[in-house]
């Protein structure tokens, strides 16, 4: 249930509405799709095993994000790094990257970046990225084209929170 008073608002994670695809892991979206916060995006993503969040991908603004539970594999700048829970990565503006899920169940893991009007987000070709299923069929700076080829995010049901 949404607490909503003047603007801010409290919500649980679990009373969200939660989007997926086949092709990626499922993520909860804390605001409004018609009213996106201006400044900020918080996303929660539940990633299975080998299933990335998202396309390989750099923007010209920051992005943070922290690991709430179990393990994940970061490719960033075309290099692999295993995190597990409470490890916090900083992405600087330029820094290509995407998260694969990893281990024997789901990954969770908070993202925070910057919504700049003027941000701009690249999709470069990485061979790691591909063997990850995270690489964009080509090189763009389209996002519909990025994301052209795999099914669309749709409404699913709320994962088991928090993962096991």
């Known amino acids: 249930m949404i607490e909503q008073r003047g603007g801010w608002f409290v919500v649980n994670v679990k009373d969200t509405p939660w989007y997926g695809t086949p092709a990626f892991g499922k993520v909860c979206i804390f605001e409004n799709p018609e009213e996106r916060f201006p400044e900020t995006g918080v996303r929660v993503y ?13 923007e010209s603004a920051q992005e943070n994000f922290l690991v709430l539970a179990r393990r994940c594999t970061l490719l960033v700048n075309d290099e692999r790094r295993d995190l597990e829970t409470w490890d916090f990565v900083h992405c600087p503006a330029g820094v290509s990257h ?26 470069p070709a990485s061979a790691l990225a591909r063997e990850h299923g995270a690489e964009v069929p080509e ?23 928090p993962p096991a």
Do not use: M
């Not at 090189?139 to 929170?161: I, L, M, Q, R």
């Open 98 to 123: 995407v998260f694969v899920g990893a281990g024997d169940g789901p990954c969770a893991l908070l993202a925070i970046g910057d919504r700049a009007a003027d941000k701009q987000i690249g999709y």
């Open 139 to 161: 090189p763009t700076t389209d996002p519909k084209a990025a994301y052209a080829d795999v099914p669309s995010w749709g409404p699913t049901e709320t994962p088991d929170w």
């Open 46 to 58: 539940v990633l299975e095993p080998g299933k990335p969040n998202c396309r390989y991908h750099r």
